[in-house]
């Protein structure tokens, strides 16, 4: 479950913004002065902040500036009632990655942290440099890059995120609901489809290929990474395929 740190100085926007975040799944801390939120980001590191520009104690330019010293990745979002170009400029280059003007919808909101955790998530998912070695797999995921059995292996990108996020945690159950969240940013799943869909694509290129198992269904759980060699494995049942 992702965390949203609040920073909001009117009382009634920023419970109201904290009410629909946690009606949507999300955890939430509310400040309500710039200072002191920027103490609460840097002991809690939130996966996302939501900045007002006018606030008491520091403002939401400085508070990027500062906070942005220590933390590159973390995504923010300022709130902002001042339409004027120059005053979002000056928001993203503080450090901001997106802003949002007064009045908006809720709905409007939701769509925007969302797709900014979705960015973050994606940026981790593809930033380790280290190839990960498995059976006859490589996967580079800095390169966008794998090979099965030294041949290169075509992957869609989420096909490619959801290989590396199972790869990383080969022998470990991955539920669904953890998978949506790492490779596509749902706090709550919508379909097991989607994810099972990418599942069989991922399976087939680099499966078929392979001397290898590598994805192994856990019914009604999720999913485990772990190279098993199709000499020394029963045939795999056809739930499993």
Known sequence: MAHVLVVEDDPIIGKTVEYALRRAGFETTLCED????????????????????????MDGYSFAEHFRRGDKE?????????????????????????????????EELLARVRANLR???????????????????????????VSVAGQPARLRLKEFQLLVALARNAGSLQTRQRLAQ????????????????????LRQAIEEPSEYYYVHTVHGMGYRF????????????EADA
């Open 34 to 57: 710039g200072a002191e939120a920027l103490e609460a980001a840097r002991d809690e590191v939130p996966d996302l902040i939501l900045l007002d520009i006018m606030l008491p104690g």
């Open 74 to 106: 973390t995504a923010i979002i300022m709130v902002t009632a001042l339409d004027q170009e120059r005053d979002k400029v000056r928001g993203l280059d503080a450090g901001a990655d997106d802003y949002i003007t007064k009045p908006f919808s809720m």
């Open 119 to 145: 960015r973050v998530r994606e940026r981790e998912v593809l930033s380790a440099s280290e190839p990960i070695l498995a059976g006859d797999l490589v996967i580079e995921p800095s390169e966008l890059r």
């Open 182 to 201: 790492d490779v596509w940013g749902y706090e709550f799943l919508p379909s097991s489809r989607t994810i099972d869909v990418h599942i069989r694509r």
């Open 226 to 237: 772990e190279p098993v060699l199709k000499s020394e494995s029963d045939e795999r049942d």
